[in-house]
T-cell receptor, first 111, second 116 residues
Framework: QKEVEQNSGPLSVPEGAIASLNCTYS??????FFWYRQYSGKSPELIMS????GDKEDGRFTAQLNKASQYVSLLIRDSQPSDSATYLCAVTSPGFQKLVFGTGTRLLVSP | GAVVSQHPSRVICKSGTSVKIECRSLDFQATTMFWYRQFPKQSLMLMAT?????????EQGVEKDKFLINHASLTLSTLTVTSAHPEDSSFYIC????????????FGDGTRLSIL
């Protein structure tokens, strides 16, 4: 079982719709959770971080964490073609700075 | 804040050449820096964790004599690919974080290495 799992996609949504990206993790002791966006040929860019159960909103982005279900998601409201990228879910465990990445979900937003 | 600069952005060189890549944290002190490699259409693969003033910790399967890492200060880590060969061609990315493990890693822009 992979430590961090994501559906590779592509996830296709029309412009203006809500894109929902999901991630599950296997280490119940995981403490910190991050979403990164990576455009083709570029390095990852931090979108959101979340540390406690519930929702965290930042502009059009909402991260949701459910530690009991070992599940973290990212919602993108009013999706734009410029949101088309690969979204990487990453997790750390207590005392460890090493990020464990999922393989990423490719999002395609069509005009 | 939390800007990480990586240089050079692209290198093309002949087989057998050694290539040095620099990673700098511009506006914060990074006790830990990380080096990743990414092949086309694949996810990031952690190569090593670099701690200021101590030896780097390499991931399984990564040759420490081939990928030399130096973290001489709290703002600079370097990766040297020694005697590079075509199979070393890849996208190399560094990241840096504060000492707190809860803090996110911030990535440099990456270095695209092409060995002819």
């Amino acid at each position: 079982q992979k430590e961090v799992e994501q559906n590779s996609g592509p996830l296709s949504v029309p412009e203006g719709a809500i894109a929902s990206l999901n991630c599950t993790y296997s280490d119940r002791g995981s403490q910190s959770f991050f979403w990164y966006r990576q455009y083709s040929g570029k390095s990852p860019e931090l979108i959101m971080s979340i540390y406690s159960n519930g929702d965290k909103e930042d502009g059009r982005f909402t991260a949701q964490l459910n530690k009991a279900s070992q599940y973290v998601s990212l919602l993108i409201r009013d999706s734009q073609p410029s949101d088309s990228a690969t979204y990487l879910c990453a997790v750390t465990s207590p005392g460890f700075q090493k990020l464990v990445f999922g393989t990423g979900t490719r999002l395609l937003v069509s005009p | 804040g939390a800007v990480v600069s990586q240089h050079p952005s692209r290198v093309i060189c002949k087989s057998g050449t050694s290539v040095k890549i620099e990673c700098r944290s511009l506006d914060f002190q990074a006790t830990t820096m990380f080096w990743y490699r990414q092949f086309p259409k694949q996810s990031l693969m952690l190569m090593a964790t670099s701690n200021e003033g101590s030896k780097a910790t390499y991931e399984q399967g990564v040759e420490k004599d081939k990928f030399l890492i130096n973290h001489a200060s709290l703002t600079l880590s370097t990766l040297t690919v020694t005697s590079a060969h075509p199979e070393d061609s890849s996208f190399y990315i560094c990241s840096a974080s504060y000492s707190d493990s809860n803090q996110p890693q911030h990535f440099g822009d990456g270095t695209r290495l092409s060995i002819l």
